[in-house]
């Protein structure tokens, strides 16, 4: 089982950035990569993937503020927030291919 450790998550005032990061436990290079996020009470939600080539896409929520990206050296992929708002705030997974198996997530919370 591939195991993934996420970091970067913090307390951030609106409008202000965060850098998330994903590794894994084993190489990533022909792997799409996925970032999701759970908010309190909410479903767990698609927030953006990159596939092995580096193509990206984005939940329209997210779009034009967060940009996903992939170190294939490192074995990681990372989450760069901009323009964060409270409605951000939630647990952020990110997830290896279609494998089942998640990491412990990272908070992230948007507030004045």
């Known amino acids: 089982q591939v195991q993934l450790v996420e970091s970067g998550g913090g307390s951030v005032q609106p409008g202000g950035s965060l850098r998330l990061s994903c590794t894994a436990s084993?190489?990533?290079?022909?792997?799409?990569m996925t970032w999701y996020r759970q908010a309190p009470g909410k479903e767990r939600e698609l927030v953006a993937i990159?596939?092995?080539?580096?193509?990206?896409n984005y939940a329209d929520s997210v779009k034009g503020r967060f940009t996903i990206s992939r170190d294939n050296a490192k074995n990681t992929v990372y989450l760069q927030m901009y323009s964060l708002k409270p409605e951000d705030t939630a647990v952020y997974y990110c997830?290896?291919?279609?494998?089942?198996?998640w990491g412990q997530g990272t908070r992230v919370t948007v507030s004045s």
């Open positions: 997830r290896y291919g279609g494998n089942l198996n």
């Open positions: 084993r190489s990533i290079f022909s792997v799409y």
């Open positions: 990159i596939d092995s080539r580096g193509s990206t």
